[in-house]
């Protein structure tokens, strides 16, 4: 069983900065891609910040330049650098990993961790 687990969330003020962490544990055999979702209340979820295990990197227009996507297979973790937050940034932000089991990929979401941004 795979369990992925976010933390790092909390409140900000406008301007500021966050940094949530994301570890997985269980039976992984090889981590393909590690990505952050955000939905914020009223809206839906959208990917944030995409991470592949060749090093391929993408964000959300509305995040790039702000935000930095750090990932570690060997480590099974991954980091969400969150600078000059907005009060539209607020949300709850889910860790999300592509595993490979060999015979078929499949991805596992963490619980979520909430972010707030206060102007």
């Known amino acids: 069983q795979v369990q992925l687990v976010e933390s790092g969330g909390g409140m900000v003020e406008a301007g500021g900065s966050l940094r949530l962490s994301c570890q997985a544990s269980?039976?992984?055999?090889?981590?393909?891609?590690m990505a952050w979702y955000r939905q914020a209340q009223g809206k839906e979820r959208e990917r944030v910040a995409f991470l592949t295990s060749s090093g391929h990197i993408s964000y959300a227009s509305s995040v790039k330049g702000r935000f930095t996507i750090l990932g570690d297979t060997a480590k099974k973790t991954s980091d969400l650098q969150m600078n000059n937050l907005t009060p539209e940034d607020t949300g709850v932000y889910y860790c999300v990993f592509t595993l490979d089991h060999e015979v078929y990929y499949d991805d596992h979401w963490g619980q979520g961790t909430q972010v707030t941004v206060s102007s």
């Open positions: 269980g039976n992984i055999w090889r981590i393909l891609n």
